[in-house]
């Protein structure tokens, strides 16, 4: 069984569209992230949610609007998108605010 | 200053040797400390968690801890080719704000 799911694998879209992409997890986690990893695979973190509530926004664009309808899913909006938000989205959870955390696959966002 | 840094690499070591990763941080209340490994287009994979001063031993891996230096390291003993992977360290600066070094790519030759 999958422990964090993101979907989609892989997003192909135009600069100016809005998307989105869904992340679950199953392991009973209280705390969601999610990290853009760029092309120099640096990892940064975006916003974490600790039991539905918005807990770190990482001075991120107000285009990027994550929504947490309960704390098994986290979901990012993203709207305008631009060339820069080429990158690679990771999902991840943890038990606890200091413990470590398991991540999804990742969603390859590209922008043409 | 960056948060977390490490020695960009890439490292380079005979199969069988010691590959010693290292890594140092910025805030001092800083409280846990984890080294992740992420193979060429997969998500990272939690490999050592450590959470006071000294050592952690766990199969191959060894991590240390210095709180006082605000250093962490990961020693690999009997490098295997299937090591060859990029090496994250991250620490937790507050609860639920994990940040990430640039990543150590190390690379194990037969």
């Known amino acids: 069984d999958t422990a964090v799911s993101q979907t989609p694998k892989y997003l192909v879209t135009q600069m100016g569209n809005d998307k989105s992409i869904k992340c679950e997890q199953n392991?009973?986690?209280?705390?969601m992230y999610w990290y853009k990893q760029d092309s120099k695979k640096f990892l940064k973190i975006m916003f974490s949610?600790?039991?539905?509530?918005?807990?770190i926004n990482e001075t991120v664009p107000n285009r990027f609007s994550p929504k947490s309808p309960d704390k098994a899913h986290l979901n990012l909006h993203i709207n305008s998108l631009e060339l820069g938000d080429s990158a690679v989205y990771f999902c991840?959870?943890?038990?606890?605010?200091?413990?470590?955390?398991?991540f999804g696959d990742g969603t390859r966002l590209s922008i043409l | 200053q960056k948060e977390v840094e490490q020695n960009s690499g890439p490292l380079s070591v005979p199969e069988g040797a010691i590959a010693s990763l290292n890594c140092t941080y910025s805030?001092?209340?800083?409280?846990?400390f984890f080294w992740y490994r992420q193979y060429s287009g997969k998500s990272p994979e939690l490999i050592m968690s450590?959470?006071?001063?000294g050592d952690k031993e766990d199969g191959r891996f060894t991590a240390q801890l210095n709180k006082a230096s605000q250093y962490v390291s990961l020693l690999i003993r009997d490098s295997q080719p299937s090591d060859s992977a990029t090496y994250l360290c991250?620490?937790?600066?507050?609860?639920?704000?994990?940040?990430f070094g640039a990543g150590t790519r190390l690379t194990v030759k037969p």
């Open positions: 450590i959470y006071s001063n």
């Open positions: 805030d001092r209340g800083s409280q846990s």
């Open positions: 991840a959870s943890s038990q606890t605010g200091d413990g470590p955390q398991h």
């Open positions: 392991l009973g986690h209280d705390t």
């Open positions: 991250a620490v937790n600066i507050r609860n639920n704000d994990m940040r």
């Open positions: 949610y600790n039991n539905k509530e918005l807990i």
